[in-house]
């Protein structure tokens, strides 16, 4: 996906015939189950430094992964309901509850829902409100079903400002409006609520099912004519509104994979059986004749799928969505994910990132982990464009080991959110302590990963299609 600069080639080449050995007898065996292959042991190592508390800690944070635009940082607190620029260790505030737009009454985990911006002098911004200001008409609706009923309405606002050279947003101005809220049957909904600027300026947006856990997305995640469990693209003059994908589940982040802007990735969290890790062309999802479609929900050939694996529907009563069966191969009008993993015995999992980073990464294509324990993971660079395998990350403990996340900074709940700062680097937001690190990969004497693209490109494992045909 990137090239590897020139200084760092005979280093790994004089890794690959130790690396190759090492990973014929580590890499897991195709699960013989109905769950993806396990997640493959690996030297990748990052080291953590601590830049500066971004976020009040707090056991019920709801903070956004942060926002770099152009040369500022920006931190979403949604749930204390205010947007900061950050500098390393200091802050200030560019949005908060005294100022937001008329008749806009933020309500809920994500009362201030996200942002997005370019560098240019428009920025985007969310906000979910228990009230609908006049200036957006009318909302898109919710699904006309049951399971979406709500006692009170609530909303997705998006906004457009105006972005001053200091970072400062002005003048508000309504594109358009989603209903949104919790089922009666819920004790909580999927809200996605990811955004990112297209290279044409418009913006991209992520709506979730809109469901809970016990749902396998209805027949409404398939459903074009609606918006949930959608990537839409939203002009930002007119706020018309377009279906670019069906199918995702929650996506919570959307990062290009390069300076290029030519490709975006982003995870999808799982229900039943896999975390997704998705790639699609921007030139495939703004050619809206064309509708991708990530697989979440009931299609209309009757099957509901995640990962590579087709799941049922859940009872609705307790008994949640389960794997029925593997997806034989790439599916004609469906996106395989670019990787993907489940969880290994774990109750819960749910995925957060990727994050990429010319500045911080070698051998690390994508790094993403579970948001809750903060376990690491990684894709490695150029392997391939579909089912890329998922290696463990670990974490330098500062005195020539290597441990987890977890321990190394002493916590049993981590809340991961990945973020790029201004110059490009990675970083990692604890949205549970609000702390932030900066995450640079330590690269070892004898790189595993660049025997890795040798031995799967001998194995016909190289590249497949991103798109397939309807």
Same mark, same amino acid.
């Given at each position: 996906?990137?090239?590897?600069?020139?200084?760092?080639?005979?280093?790994? /080449?004089?890794?690959?015939?130790?690396?190759?050995?090492? /990973?014929? /007898?580590?890499?897991?065996?195709?699960?013989?189950t109905l769950e993806p292959p396990a997640v493959s042991p690996s030297p990748l190592t990052v080291s953590l430094d601590f830049v500066g508390q971004f976020a009040t800690a707090g056991n019920q944070n709801n903070v956004a992964s942060p926002i770099p635009i152009g040369d500022h940082l920006y931190v979403v607190d949604q749930k204390r309901g205010k947007i900061t620029i950050q500098d390393g260790a200091s802050s200030r505030n560019v949005l908060d509850l005294t100022d937001v737009p008329p008749d806009v009454t933020p309500v809920g985990k994500s009362g201030f829902m996200n942002m997005a911006g370019d560098g240019g002098p428009v920025a985007y911004v969310g906000f979910t409100s228990s009230t609908l200001p006049a200036g957006f008409g009318t909302a898109q609706a919710l699904p006309n079903d049951p399971n979406y009923h709500q006692p009170e309405k609530h909303y997705q606002?998006?906004?457009?400002?105006?972005?001053?050279?200091?970072?400062?947003?002005?003048?508000?101005?309504?594109?358009?409006?989603?209903?949104?809220?919790?089922?009666?049957?819920?004790?909580?909904a999927h809200f996605g609520e990811a955004m990112l600027v297209l290279p044409d300026g418009r913006l991209l947006l992520s709506r979730g099912d809109n469901l809970n856990q016990l749902y396998d997305g209805l027949t409404h995640a398939q459903d074009p004519t609606t918006t949930v469990a959608k990537l839409l693209i939203i002009d930002g003059q007119t706020g018309a509104t377009q279906v670019?994908?069906?199918g995702v589940r929650n996506v919570q982040q959307l990062s290009y994979t390069d300076a290029s802007r030519t490709r975006i990735a982003f995870s999808d969290i799982g229900r039943t059986v896999a975390e997704e890790i998705n790639v699609i062309d921007v030139a495939d999802l703004v050619d809206t004749a064309e509708v991708e479609n990530f697989g979440w929900g009931r299609n209309a050939d009757g099957l509901n799928r995640e990962g590579t694996f087709y799941v049922n529907q859940g009872d609705f009563m307790g008994e949640v969505p389960g794997a029925t069966g593997a997806i034989p191969g790439e599916e004609p009008g469906f996106i395989t994910p670019y990787a993907q993993f489940g969880r290994e015995g774990a109750p819960w999992l749910a995925v957060s990132g990727p994050i990429l980073s010319e500045v911080s990464f070698n051998m690390i294509d994508m790094l993403f982990g579970d948001l809750a324990t903060g376990a690491l993971y990684a894709t490695m660079e150029g392997i391939g464009?579909?089912?890329?395998?998922?290696?463990?990350?670990?974490?330098?403990?500062?005195?020539?080991?290597?441990?987890?996340?977890?321990?190394?900074?002493?916590i049993t709940r981590a809340d991961l959110r990945f973020f790029n700062f201004t110059d490009g680097s990675a970083g990692v937001l604890l949205e549970r302590t609000g702390m932030a690190y900066r995450i640079t990969e330590v690269v070892t004497a004898v790189p595993l990963?660049?025997?890795?693209?040798?031995?799967?490109?001998? /194995?016909?494992?190289?590249?497949?299609?991103?798109?397939?045909?309807a």
């Open positions: 996906m990137r090239i590897r600069p020139a200084s760092l080639r005979p280093a790994l /080449l004089s890794g690959l015939v130790p690396g190759l050995c090492a /990973l014929a /007898l580590s890499a897991p065996a195709t699960a013989a606002l998006i906004y457009a400002y105006d972005r001053a050279a200091d970072g400062s947003l002005s003048n508000p101005r309504a594109l358009t409006a989603f209903e949104t809220g919790q089922s009666t049957r819920q004790g909580g670019a994908a069906t464009d579909t089912l890329n395998t998922v290696y463990s990350v670990g974490v330098a403990d500062g005195f020539g080991g290597v441990t987890t996340l977890a321990d190394y900074l002493g990963p660049a025997s890795a693209l040798l031995l799967l490109g001998g /194995l016909g494992l190289m590249a497949t299609r991103r798109r397939r045909p």
